[in-house]
Structures are given as C-alpha cells and as structure tokens.
C-alpha cells in the first residue's frame, strides 16, 4: 500500500535557516519538495562527481579486499580533508600501478630487443671506442644481406630471426658503411635489463599488496568520507530548494511527511519557534511515494520500483503482481530440481550476507526457487531427468489430472493469463472508483465481469448438458454476462446521452477484444519458455550419457560430470534469464496496461543523516 503523507510549508528568517535545517535533518523524516533541479546547480553537480569517483574507487578497490580481512563493524568517523587524502592515497596506488605495468611493457621491448644480440659488456665496447675502432650494430633482410660484407665491411653475423640479419661491424668511425637499417641498443646490456624487470615486477607486487591492505583496513574511510559527502549533498540541495520571500528576508520551504510521523515531526519543529503550516494536498502535487507492505510483498518491490513507483492517487500494485510473477517465474524455470538449487543458494547467501539489500533479495529468490521446486516437480522434471510419476504408463489417467504434461501446460498459460487480465481489470476499475467514483467505474467493473463470466458460461454449458443440475448455474452465468454487457455498452461514459454511450461502448468493444486476444496469447510463452528449459536438461544429460558411457571406468565418471556440470550451468543460467525478463514483461506490458497504471511516481527520501 502506499503511505498517506501531509504536506507542510515552513517559514524561516533568512539567518536561521542554516540551523533550522539542522533541526529539521534531526527530525529524518521531511521529505523536501525540489524546486531547482540538480543540473542547475553547480555546487551540486560537483558533489555528484565527486561521490561518482568515490564510487568508482571504491569498486576499483575492492577486488583486492582478502578473504580474511577484518570485519568491519562501525563506520571510522572522517573529516573531509582525511576524506579527500583517502581517495588521493588510493588513486596514487592506481595511477602508480598505471606506471609499473607501462614500464614493464617497455622493459621486455628492450629485452626483446637486446636478446637479439645475446649478453655483452658494453665496457667492451668503451674500450674498443678509446682505441679508435667503433662498433655498429645493423638489420638487414636475408635477402639484402651480402656475404662479402664480412670482408669489406668487417661484418659479423650475430642472429637471424624471421628473415631479418642481424649483424656488427666493427672499424674506424670513417670507413664506409653497409646498406643495412642501423640499430640503436638500450642503454644497459641485457642482465640489468633482466635485473631491472624484476625490480618493475617486484614493485608491481608491492603495490598490489598496499592496496589489498588499504582495501582490508581503511575501506570504512571512503565509505565515510562518501557518507560525508552525501550528508552535504542533501544539506546543500536543501539549502537551495527554498524560495526567498521578502526581499530574501524569509525563506519558504516545502516539505512531506508520512501521517504517522507527523505530530512528533510538528512538536519538535514548533518547540523551536519555526514556523509550520500544514497545507492541503492539490491534485497537481507531486507527493512522495512511500510504500508499506507485509513480509512477503516487501520482497517485490524492487520489481514495482524497476519501473516506476505508482503516483499518490493510485494503488500500489507490488502485492497484486507478486503471486503472479512468482507463478510466472516457477512456470518458466519449469525444473523441480532447478529450484531446489536456486532455493538453497539463495539460503545460504541470506544467512551470510550482512547486507539488507542481499538479504532482501535472497528473501524473494527464496519464495522463487521454493515455488519453482514445487510447480517444476508437478512437471514432471528435476534437473532434466523425467520422474516416473510424469511417465505414460505409471500413474494413467492420474497423470493427467494432477499434473502438468504439454495439453495442460499451455491450457494453464492461457487460463493464467486471461486470469491476471481480469484481474488488472478489476484493478483498473478499483483505481478508478476510488479517483473519480463508482460510477465511472461501472464500465470497467462491467468489462472484467462480462469477460469472467462469458468464459464461466462458455466452460460450464457444456457440462450441463450431461449434468443437467449445472443448467441453472450457466443460465446465472449467461445473465450476468449480459448484464455486464449491457452496462459496458450503455453506461460508459457517465453524463452523456445513451447514443454516445453506444458508440463508445462498440468502439471499446472492439479494442477489449483485439486486445484481450493479443493479451491472452502472450501468456503462451511461460508454456514454450518452461518445455524448453526442461528439454534441454535433458539433452545435456543424454549427451553426458552417450559420451561418457563408452570411456573407461574412472574417465567416464569425470567426462559426464564435465558435461552435466557444464550443461545444467548453462541452462539455469538462460532459464534464470529468461525466468526473471519474460514475467517481468508480462508485468509492464499485459498487467499494467489492463489494470491502467500510471506510475510517475517520486519515492519519498527523507531528509536525514547517513
């Protein structure tokens, strides 16, 4: 459900507005209405990069964070100006990381370079130099090399890799020279090269080492520092958001609060002296969205919120989506034994994590997993493998009332789908009676009657001709659907003539029929999404079966674990995929478009410390 708020206005001598908002942070409840977006403030702008590098170092860091670092149980308090020493420490250990591995790179250039030559003392070739001789190292071609260069020149052939010569000539500084591409060599001979990697390389470990011990030690500094930033982010964005009045003399700010939060909110912000009205909310306003659920639908938030928060005058749709988009998941997934692995992983990462977020998240992989364990197993396949109970002959006709074969699967995504279209249906028509009242909604009520009942009468004729006792119940049914009909037809449009009425009401019987077949048939998916991923653990098994069955004991044991495991890996990973966006699309699509969400909602952030 959606949190009711209450609107508020404060007024603030220009002086005390500073230590008004500090009082009002205290409170950590107001939400403060933006009047001046973020982009048009400079200072804002700035503190969003700098806590965007923040952000960034702190991912850069924490790969090298060890397996037994130390808990960290409190965040350190920071000033800003050890904040700031922090992110120069920890970009210096990058940038100098930067230059290791380019000086290392450049270190085998010369080492390649210099092992074309081989080792030599370059006293040598001092001492050659002092004695009026000169020494020059050469390339040439094999094809461009000539075998009298040795006595014409004094050529000396040294190495010879990849067609190219590489040659010395020795003699006095004016004797001619070969038609060969002169070598300039490094400036140290190649054991100090070999000596001066391994320095490069030694420090290049150092270096990892300090960030490792930066990561397990002084991460809660960043951690801090960002806090600290993100404290004066808010104080700065609120400081900004009042309007002056009076020549500037007065500040007037605008805030929201939840209703259940107010009166201590109140009491505290008068105990002060400051000024507070509380205002009524207008239709244009963009209230804050805080939602409020149980246990089990707080899981599913983060879907509702991955597309947009509901507006204050609508229904919050998390805990109407989240038994379908469960089923929705299970039916996709489609393997008993799949979810069985989801829902133990996810166990696990939840006792562990000490995070709320992973906590939450591995709540709702939980009821995912645990849900597909029972809907795979009704399928007939864990972890590929058919069980006897989905075989032909074992369980007979029991087989095919219980549990889910091919013929019932797809009925059952129709049946589901039409289900949830009614459903939002019956949504659209609550939402709009609660905005405008019952009798706008009529039509709407009338719509998801007429189709829920006209798919009753069509199911249950048929019965009633063997059991006539039914045949009361399909006249009830065939009633209702013309009633329903007729008021979707006739009173759609409350206020206007029955002749406009009319014609609207054809006009929206044509789009809720083409759209209820499109809509329908989109739920055929969860059918062929869920065969396919049960088909193709089975394919890996059998493939693990054929390949393995003919090695030798021992090596066949490890090549069929290779394949399952490797197979079923691969599988779950696309059904998990496929599992999570194909629910989710018939959630934004099919059950927002028919329960008439309009979304466009602000989430409430109170305005408090870090």
Not at 35 to 47: I, P
Not at 189 to 195: A, V, W
Not at 229 to 249: C, I, L, R, S, Y
Not at 408 to 429: C, D, P, T
């Amino acid at each position: 459900m959606i949190t009711a708020m209450n609107k508020y206005l404060f007024l603030i001598y220009h002086r005390e507005y500073e230590s008004f908002l500090e009082k009002l942070r205290n409170t950590g409840v107001v939400h403060i209405q933006e009047t001046k977006a973020t982009k048009d403030v400079a200072e804002l702008q700035n503190l969003l990069l700098l806590r965007k590098g923040i952000a960034e170092t702190m991912r850069m860091l924490a790969p090298y964070k060890s397996e037994n670092a130390p808990a960290q149980t409190t965040t350190p308090v920071v000033t800003e100006t050890a904040g700031e020493q922090a992110v120069k420490d920890v970009q210096h250990l990058f940038a100098e990381e930067v230059r290791l591995k380019n000086a290392i790179v450049a270190k085998k250039r010369e080492i390649e370079q210099m092992e074309l030559w081989g080792q030599f003392d370059f006293s040598s070739i001092a001492r050659l130099s002092s004695a009026g001789y000169e020494m020059n190292f050469y390339a040439s071609s094999a094809s461009a090399y000539k075998p009298e260069w040795a006595e014409i020149y004094g050529a000396i052939e040294i190495n010879t890799v990849r067609s190219t010569v590489y040659f010395v000539t020795v003699g006095h500084k004016h004797d001619p020279k070969p038609d060969a591409e002169r070598i300039k060599l490094p400036d140290y001979d190649l054991s100090t090269l070999y000596k001066q990697q391994e320095a490069l390389e030694a420090e290049l470990q150092a270096n990892a080492a300090a960030k490792t011990a930066f990561a397990d030690n002084r991460m809660g500094e960043l951690t801090a520092y960002d806090m600290l930033m993100a404290d004066k982010f808010a104080f700065t964005n609120a400081m900004v958001q009042a309007e002056g009045q009076a020549d500037d003399k007065l500040m007037l700010l605008e805030g929201w609060v939840p209703t259940a939060d107010a009166a201590p909110m109140e009491q505290a912000i008068a105990a002060e002296g400051y000024y507070i009205e509380k205002m009524e909310i207008k239709e244009e306003d963009s209230v804050p969205i805080k939602l409020k659920n149980n246990a089990f639908a707080r899981l599913f938030e983060p879907i509702t919120k991955m597309y947009s928060m509901p507006n204050y005058s609508e229904l919050d749709p998390t805990p109407l989506l989240a038994p379908f988009f469960m089923l929705f998941f299970a039916l996709c997934f489609g393997d008993g034994g799949y979810g069985l692995l989801l829902f133990v992983i996810a166990t696990i990462a939840k006792i562990k994590s000490d995070s709320g977020a992973i906590k939450s998240l591995c709540g709702m992989l939980q009821w995912l997993g645990g849900t597909t364990a029972v809907v795979g197993s009704l399928m007939g396949t864990v972890f590929g493998m058919v069980m006897p109970w989905a075989g032909d002959d074992l369980l007979g006709s029991v087989r095919n009332d219980y549990f889910l074969n091919q013929d019932n699967m797809m009925k059952l995504s129709v049946v589901l789908g039409l289900l949830q279209i009614i459903f939002a249906k019956y949504v659209a028509g609550y939402k709009t009676h609660i905005q405008k009242g019952f009798k706008y909604a009529l039509a709407t009520y009338a719509w998801a009657t007429f189709i829920l009942f006209g798919a009753l009468s069509f199911v249950i004729k048929p019965l009633a001709e063997s059991k006539p006792e039914l045949g009361v119940v399909a006249l009830a049914f065939t009633g209702i659907t013309g009633l329903a009909l007729l008021i979707a037809l006739f009173y759609n449009s409350p206020g206007k003539n029955i002749f406009m009425n009319f014609g609207a009401g054809l006009w929206a019987t044509y789009n809720t029929a083409s759209g209820l077949l499109g809509d329908t048939l989109s739920y055929i998916r969860l059918f062929a999404i869920g065969l396919t991923g049960g088909i193709l653990g089975g394919v890996f098994n059998n493939l693990a079966v054929q390949i393995g069955g003919g090695l030798p004991t021992g090596l066949n044991f490890l090549v069929m674990a290779i394949i399952l495991l490797f197979g079923h890996g691969l599988n779950i990973g696309l059904c998990m995929i496929s599992s999570l966006v194909h629910p989710i699309r018939l959630t934004f699509v099919e059950f927002y478009k028919n329960s008439e969400f309009e979304g466009g909602g602000n989430e409430y952030t109170p305005f408090k410390r870090s």
